[in-house]
C-alpha cells in the first residue's frame, strides 16, 4: 500500500523543507525506514502545525485556527510504499525504531469526477452566462481581473479554451505548477477534463488568471491516465500556500477549483484507524485544505457524482459518498443543477463524512460549452458545477479580496443568499440552495454601504 509518513526530523531538515529556496530530498528527510519503500521523486513536503485558540481542540476543523510553520512546531511528509502483508506490524513498529516517525497515513487514488453519459445537453453556456448573470456583475466591476483561479485537474489547454469562448484567456504558467514526472508546459495540455473546468470558470469570471496544476496527470503503477494520488495534492496545495503567501495582503485574492475526489474507500485506511482519510480531520491534506483556507484562499470542491437515483459506477462508498476533503467545513461542495434549477440525478447527496451539512450550494452542470469531449458532449457532473461556482467567486474577489471578505465570511454570504429549493432551508440534495447572483450582488452593496 501506497502511504504517506508523517516526521518531525531537525529543525534544519524542517527548515530547509518549508523554504520554497532551498531543497531536501526523501532520503535527507527519511533514510533508513525498514520496510519502507521510500519514493525518492516525490519531494517532502511541509505540514503546519494547527494551533488552537487557548482550551480548543487542536484535532477539530469547526473551529478557528492558526497554524505554525515555524521549525520547532512543522512537521514533514514523504512517500512510500508498504507491503500489504507488513503494513500492519509497519506503522506498529516504525515510531519505535524512529521516533521521529509521528503518523503514517493513506494515500488514497484520487480521480475527477467525470461527466455522466448518455443523457444530451440541457441549454448551453450562454445560458449558464444568464443565470449567472454575468452582465450584472461585470457593470459592478467584479469580471475576476487580478483574481488567480488555480484549477486543480488534467491541465488546461488555453487555446481550446480562448477559441470556445471567443475571448483571450490568462494564464499563468510563472505560478502553475505540476508534479514530478508529468510532461508538458502550462496551458498546452491535451483537450480534456481539466480544459472543460477552465471554460467553465471563466463564464462568470473572464478576466481571471488561471493556474494550471495537472495534479490528476500524475501516474501510478496499473493506473488510467485521469487518475493521481493525495500526495500529488499535497505537494499542489503546499505550492498554493507560497502562492497565496506572495500575494500583496491588501489584494490577497487565490480561488482553487477542484472537480476530483477518493471514490472508493479501497486506497483507505479504515474509518477510525489513526490514518485513514475520508472521516479523519487529523489526515495531513485536510489540514493543509485547513491552512489554505485560513491564509484566504477560497477552495471549492466537487461533491461528487454518487446520487440517487443514477451514480458513477465507480462509487464504492456504501453511503455518505461526499468524503475527505470534499466535506470538509472549510470548503465549499458543490452539487450540480441543470439550467431549469433542478438537481441532476447523479449529484451527490449528503451529509457528508467530516461535515455533515454538504453539499453547500448547488450550481449549474449538463450544458453544452466547452466541447472537451468532442461537438454535442455537455459539460457535465459536479466537476462542471464546479468551477462555475469557482468563477462566481473569482468575479465576487475582484473587489472583495480576502483581507476585506474572509472566506469564511464568503462561504456564508453564498449560503445566506442562495435560492432554497426546499421547504426546510438546508437539505441533502440541494445543501443551502442554488447559487443567486443578483442575491450576491445585492448583499456585497449592502454590505459596502454599512462599511462608508
Known sequence: MRVLIQLRPSPDLVSAVADPGQSAGAADVADGLPGVELDQAFVPVAVARPVPAAGGDPLSLNQPLDFSLAAHDASVLVRGTVSDDELASRITMLPTI????????????????????GDPPVGDWHDVERLLNVPALHAEGLDGTGVALAVVDTGINAAHTARQLGRGVT?????????????????????????????????????????DIPVLLSTRPGGSAMDGLLSDAISAFAHLRDVLAAQPAASRALVV??????????????????????????HPFNLMVAELDQAGADILFAAGNCGLPCPDGRCAFANRPIAGANSHPKVLSIGGVDVNGERVGYSSQG??????????????????????????????????????????????????????????????LLRRTAEDRSKVGFDYDYGYGNVDPAGIIAALQRRSKSAA
Open 351 to 412: 451529509p457528508g463524512r467530516l461535515t455533515a451539512r454538504k453539499p453547500d450550494l448547488c450550481a449549474y452542470t449538463h450544458f453544452s460549452g466547452s466541447k472537451a469531449f468532442g461537438d454535442g458532449e455537455p459539460d457535465s457532473g459536479t466537476s462542471a458545477a464546479t468551477p462555475v461556482a469557482a468563477g462566481l467567486v473569482a468575479a465576487v474577489r475582484t473587489l472583495w479580496p480576502s483581507t476585506r471578505l474572509s472566506p469564511a465570511q464568503l462561504r456564508a
Open 257 to 282: 477549483s477542484n472537480s476530483w475526489g477518493s471514490f472508493s474507500p479501497e486506497w483507505d485506511f479504515p474509518v477510525g484507524h489513526p490514518g485513514n482519510y475520508s472521516d479523519n480531520a487529523a
Open 171 to 211: 494564464l499563468d504558467a510563472a505560478r502553475s505548477w505540476s508534479p514530478q514526472g508529468v510532461p508538458g508546459r502550462p496551458g498546452d495540455f491535451e483537450v480534456d477534463h481539466g480544459t472543460m473546468c477552465a471554460f467553465d470558470a471563466l463564464i462568470a469570471a473572464p478576466q481571471a488568471s488561471l493556474i
Open 98 to 117: 524512529r521516533p521521529d516517525v509521528v503518523g503514517i497515513f493513506a494515500d488514497p487514488v484520487i480521480e475527477s469526477t467525470r461527466p455522466c453519459g
